[in-house]
DNA sequence: GGCAGCACGTTATACGTAACACCTGGAGGG
DNA sequence: CCCTCCAGGTGTTACGTATAACGTGCTGCC
């Protein structure tokens, strides 16, 4: 053994068996057929294995001009739904031998700093959320390749978005399952805990969530926005459920919010779902640690990612992904019930 | 306006500011003091700014053999925990102009791939949580720089990697934080709901409250593994408490396995923490939505992220980071009380 | 007045890869 | 017997950057 050897190039590999770089290159490259002996291809492959060389990816960018890498450009990385959207991009990415690289956009790495100086690899493609919205601006300005990077955008309003592909949530069905769900159980006066996020997604569940309680002759929410976590979840909603007359039922625009409000329910001496139905959306782990079991709607998150990244690949191979839409389901569990009569 | 630039390279630059490309490197790249004059170094500035010059990073990867990326190993990305450390790892980066990119290790993504597929960028070195052990060999073999990458190991066995620096929690000093605590409030019979995991942090937490117990007199803990679900926490919850005598307290490794915990209290007709105190460990953002809040022993994850990072640039600077330590703390909430008499 | 030396740049090169254009020896056809 | 053609390669170049090595004119000093 020599002293830690400096890493072996394609040319190592071209002398150890005999042949030209440019044959490693087009041997290893999988472009061989009709153009390199079996043999010869066998051989290469041999040496190359035995020198253990892994080719210079800076080396390839820089020739290529491609380096098969995507930014997914989420809120947070503190959601168990972004991670799955990551892990559902990142498993399409690998049979396509791409990579994913995660932007998590706001807090922490201020929006000042350039998104790309966390991503620091050149990128062939961004895949975004709608809920990181000024991040996006920051990268269009950061602009990179030239400023026109291939965009897929996730959950966000159809056409309002330069992006050269979209994957959406059935959101308004996911709402209308709910909105159905509480009708049938006899709910009339259905409250909203909406999330104070400016984001397509939850602007789209409000209005659903209107449109659907007018639609069945109900009246249309009370309704209370938070920041998305428990204790201001647990703040708005206090305010819903002390109104009068006391809304029966409700409708969260997130896991995180429906555990708040089941505080507040317990705080007002109300028991889920007996005095109070409450519904989430997401169907995070949370929501089989609360007791009740929360009723909430199940998020396709790994196949949004998935989705999201074909949608890319598309565009760069030049096609037009356009805009696909996943179903979402409602999963019942425990957290409702009929309203208490009266 | 012509069609879309290709992007401006240095040399272009270089015409625009009427010098030579080595010049624009220079200035740019912040070399240039004393060697080239202030009038002429704004004027590239200018010329790059107008241009929207960006450096091509695969280029100047290839030309230094560095890329200022660390690769983040952690377990899953559906941890807040982990969440936060990559937050932390990033900020500290940041500063020092580096990347950081993930790779989650296990599911979804095989073990069988090269974790470098996700990666795709040329790494300078590894900050890796022990508890994604199995792909760190995976790194290993597949070697990349040649074999030798620096390595920083988070919450691992002092002294058991071969890794150029460690980050390490105070473990031992939770959990007798956490057994104070219990044997404080006169709880004697104490259980624990231990995680499934392995890994040196839970070996340790498994010790150390054998220890804690037993140097106060008290008997060591009944214990069962679970995996890091809420519904496997059930389980091996419902056989703690239905043990006889039953214990008095449950020490859970995590904040889910609390959850848990929880549950299986309820579901035996058992109140918390009337009958049965609770204690998780992470302090997840789950904690304050369990009623009773959780107590629990908060871990700096951003500080160990942050500490990770730092490690890694000292060892890139050719320092020695040694083991760094990070202090725990117990934060009470709802969950503990004194045992039920008799 | 000549020469050292500095301030201010420039020229040239290499990093490792992919791919285009070219070469060559032998088989097969006329 | 010569020409063609193809299988099976090889030589060469360019990608964009960082940096070592090398000019040049001017100042100041003896």
Same mark, same amino acid.
């Given at each position: 053994m020599s002293t830690s050897s400096p890493r072996p190039t394609s040319r190592d590999v071209a002398k150890a068996a005999g042949v030209s770089q440019a044959t490693v290159s087009l041997v290893l490259g999988d472009?061989? *057929?009709? *153009?390199?002996s079996p043999r010869t291809a066998d051989a290469v492959r041999a040496a190359a294995d035995r020198l253990g060389y892994r080719p210079n990816l800076a080396a390839r960018s820089l020739r290529t001009g491609s380096t098969r890498t995507a930014l997914l450009v989420v809120p %947070?990385? !503190?959601s168990d739904f972004f991670a799955q959207v990551h892990l559902g991009a990142a498993e399409v990415a690998a049979e396509h031998d791409f990579g994913v690289v995660l932007y998590p956009s706001p807090e922490g790495i201020g929006p000042a700093r350039d998104p790309f100086s966390s991503a620091r690899a050149a990128l062939d493609g961004v895949i975004a959320s709608s809920m990181a919205a000024e991040a996006l601006t920051g990268l269009q300005r950061g602009g990179l390749q030239g400023g026109g990077l291939p965009l897929v955008m996730l959950d &966000?309003? +159809?056409? &309002? !978005? +330069? %992006?050269a592909g979209t994957v959406n949530l059935a959101i308004a069905d996911g709402i209308r399952q709910v909105a159905d769900h509480l009708l049938g159980l006899g709910h009339r006066r259905v409250a909203h805990l909406a %999330? %104070?996020? +400016? &984001?397509w997604t939850f602007d789209e569940r409000a209005a659903s969530l209107t449109r659907a309680l007018t639609d069945a002759g109900a009246p249309p929410p009370t309704r209370r926005a938070a920041r998305l976590d428990v204790a201001d979840g647990l703040r708005a909603a206090l305010e819903l459920l002390e109104a009068a007359p006391r809304p029966t039922a409700v409708v969260c625009d997130d896991d995180l919010l429906a555990a708040g409000a089941y505080k507040a329910a317990r705080r007002l001496g109300l028991r889920v779902p007996e005095d109070v139905s409450v519904t989430g959306f997401d169907d995070l782990p949370l929501a089989v640690a609360l007791e009740p079991e929360l009723t909430t709607v199940r998020l396709p998150a790994r196949e949004v990612g998935a989705a999201g990244m074909r949608a890319l690949l598309a565009v760069l191979d030049g096609q037009d992904p356009g805009t696909a839409v996943l179903p979402v389901s409602l999963v019942r569990r425990g957290s409702c019930a009929p309203p208490p009569s009266g």
């Open positions: 472009k061989w *057929r009709g *153009r390199v %947070a990385l !503190t &966000s309003e +159809p056409g &309002s !978005t +330069p %992006a %999330a %104070a996020v +400016p &984001s």
